[in-house]
Structures are given as C-alpha cells and as structure tokens.
C-alpha cells in the first residue's frame, strides 16, 4: 500500500478550521498550536476557511500563536463571506481583504 509522504517544499496549506484544527466551541489544542506555530515559522502560508465568525476564529485559534507569525495566516470566515489577515505586528486587520457584503450586495440590499 503507498503512503503519504511530507512535502518539504509545501509553501501554503488551505484547511478547514470547524473539527479539522479545533472543535467548534472550544479553542485549538496545544499539539494544533505547536504544529500550527511550526508550520509558520518554516516560511508556509496558511489558509484557514470556517462557518464560524471571526472573533471565534481569534479566540479559539490565533491568539495562541505567536503574534509575528500571525502575518502568514489568512481566514475566510462566515462560509468565505469574508477574507481577513494580520499585519507585520500580528494584529487583525480592521478590514477585509474581501467582502462578498461589500462585493455583491446593492445598497439597497445592504439597508434592507
């Protein structure tokens, strides 16, 4: 039977946050942050995609990674209805990079 080997030339990981790095309502255990902290520090990219609004997404998950890693990560929260990152400093930025509300919605749309 093959198997699955690492790729040691993987420069960006998109994954699913809801059950696959933590639970739903709880925050990403320990061994997920250090493997997450890993991955960051060899110079790989991560994508994370959730049903979840982004302040559980911080909670639960980049606020226990190191803040000048946090750069590196960017989230697709609300089901990819938003694409939010960090800057050099590891804060959230206050906008998104896209916003399916901004994007697709008339003003007429927006106020009802």
């Known amino acids: 039977m093959p198997s699955i080997t ?23 255990r320990p061994e997920m942050v250090a493997e997450l902290e890993r991955l960051l520090h060899d110079g790989v990219k991560i994508f994370m995609v959730s049903g979840r609004d982004i302040h559980r997404i911080t909670w639960g998950i980049t606020d226990y990674l190191s803040a000048e890693l946090r750069k590196n990560i960017l989230i697709a929260y609300c089901s990819g209805a938003e694409v939010r990152g960090f ?8 906008q998104p990079f896209y916003s399916a509300y901004e ?3 008339t003003d007429e749309q927006k106020q009802a």
């Open 6 to 28: 690492w790729n040691s030339k993987l420069q960006l990981v998109l994954t699913d946050i809801d059950d696959t790095i933590a639970t739903v309502y709880e925050p990403a």
């Open 87 to 94: 800057d050099a400093d590891g804060t959230l930025h206050d």
């Open 103 to 105: 994007e697709a919605f």
